[in-house]
């Protein structure tokens, strides 16, 4: 049990720069996308930032929690 615990813990800790990274490019395309002056570009800005916002929130939320879990099962 307690090499299954440490196998997730570091492959949470792995991934974790990636995602913030992820999130941080999609935001600023995202950004980019409301600097554009086509109103196509805008309107697909405006329907893909609440996707972007709440998968952000699911994956890092999910992360911290793996985390929180694998901590309290110190052997």
């Known amino acids: 049990m307690e090499a299954f615990v440490?196998?997730?813990y570091n492959?949470?800790?792995k991934?974790?720069?990636l995602v913030?990274?992820?999130v941080a490019?999609?935001?600023v395309?995202?950004?980019i996308m409301f600097i554009i002056p086509s109103e196509n570009s805008k309107q697909k800005a405006k329907s893909a930032l609440p996707w972007v916002v709440l998968?952000?929130?699911l994956v890092i939320g999910a992360m911290v929690l793996a985390k929180e879990?694998?901590?309290a099962f110190a052997f």
Do not use: E, P, Q
């Open 29 to 31: 395309a995202i950004g």
């Open 69 to 71: 879990i694998t901590g």
């Open 11 to 13: 492959f949470v800790n």
């Open 25 to 27: 490019i999609v935001l």
């Open 6 to 8: 440490t196998s997730l």
């Open 15 to 17: 991934f974790d720069g």
């Open 55 to 57: 998968g952000a929130g």
């Open 20 to 22: 913030y990274m992820l």
